[in-house]
């Protein structure tokens, strides 16, 4: 099950871009609580905290304690706003939940012993069609990760939704959308996509400086 993390917040007084631009200078990042039975709360997280949490698998899938005023608060990172540039975090929205209420979250997918598949050992590659999938769950039982286990498929075998085991009291939250999750396909279908998507690149570039 995922893990609970405690977040370095602090209440902050202003809002709007001009109070955030401020934080930022100041070396905070700006965020907000909504969500449940309570009011917005504005606060801030310190910048260097939050980048090993954002580096870490799951973030978006992972209970944070936020204490807010002298009050504990359990939370989801909903949104993280980055920096066109530089990438840097400008902003994180997150969700307020409780033990009672149901949650939707974005979970990763982890694909372990490649070595048992047979498919794979004789030169077929791994298609992944989705990296993460999206599951409803209570907040005690969010998975920090879904294993997929490979063993015993072979070139042109199909992972289906149906097939994996999510964990008790997880179900997946858009069954009729994330029907395939990945596939074992031939090395040779993955050269051809390659070859055109190639073959491709170099047409459209010839067509613009035919029209330069």
Do not use: C, W
Request: net charge negative; proline share 5%.
């Amino acid at each position: 099950m995922t893990t609970q993390s405690q977040l370095n917040a602090e209440l902050r007084d202003g809002t709007g871009k001009g109070a955030s631009r401020a934080l930022r200078r100041a070396g905070r990042i700006p965020a907000v609580l909504y969500g449940g039975n309570g009011e917005p709360v504005h606060f801030s997280l310190e910048p260097v905290q939050l980048d090993k949490e954002l580096h870490r698998t799951g973030f978006l899938s992972k209970v944070f304690d936020l204490s807010l005023g002298g009050k504990k608060e359990k939370a989801l990172a909903r949104e993280v706003q980055f920096h066109p540039v530089t990438d840097r975090p400008l902003h994180v929205d997150f969700l307020r939940v409780s033990k009672d209420s149901k949650i939707t979250v974005s979970v990763p997918l982890n694909f372990i012993n490649e070595l048992d598949s047979p498919g794979i050992k004789r030169g077929g590659v791994l298609n992944i069609v989705l990296h993460n999938l999206d599951v409803s769950s209570d907040m005690d039982h969010i998975p920090s990760q879904i294993d997929i286990d490979l063993t015993g498929l072979e070139i042109h075998d199909t992972i289906h939704l149906t097939s994996l085991k999510l964990p008790n009291g997880v179900v997946a939250a858009y069954p009729d959308r994330d029907t395939d999750i990945a596939n074992i396909v031939a090395p040779t279908v993955m050269k051809k996509v390659a070859g055109e998507e190639e073959s491709e690149d170099t047409a459209a570039a010839t067509e613009q400086t035919e029209e330069a």
